[in-house]
C-alpha cells in the first residue's frame, strides 16, 4: 500500500509519508521506528489529524543517509 500525501509550503514541495512508507524505505518495524522516536534517534512524525500522521520525505532521506555515512566512518 503506497500512500502518500504532498504539501505545498513557501513554494517548496514537502512531501509527507504515510508509516506504511517509511517501513518499506528503512526497512525498519514499526515499533523500531517508534522507539527510535522516543530515544531520538529517528526523525519525528508530523500530526496530521487527531488519529493521523505521516513523515516528512526528506527527514527519512536524511536519516538513511547519515546511517549509510556512519557505516562508512566505523
Known amino acids: 500500500m503506497n500512500i502518500n500525501i ?6 517548496n ?6 508509516l506504511e512508507v517509511v517501513i518499506e524505505m528503512t526497512t525498519l518495524s514499526r515499533s523500531a521506528i517508534y522507539r527510535g ?5 529517528f526523525p519525528k512524525q508530523v500530526r496530521l489529524s487527531r488519529r493521523s500522521v ?7 532521506q536524511n536519516w ?9 566512518n566505523i
Open 6 to 11: 504532498q504539501v505545498r509550503h513557501d513554494m
Open 13 to 18: 514541495k514537502i512531501k509527507l509519508i504515510k
Open 37 to 41: 522516536i522516543r530515544e531520538c534517534r
Open 54 to 60: 505521516a513523515w516528512v520525505e526528506s527527514d527519512i
Open 64 to 72: 538513511i543517509k547519515a546511517q549509510v555515512a556512519e557505516r562508512q
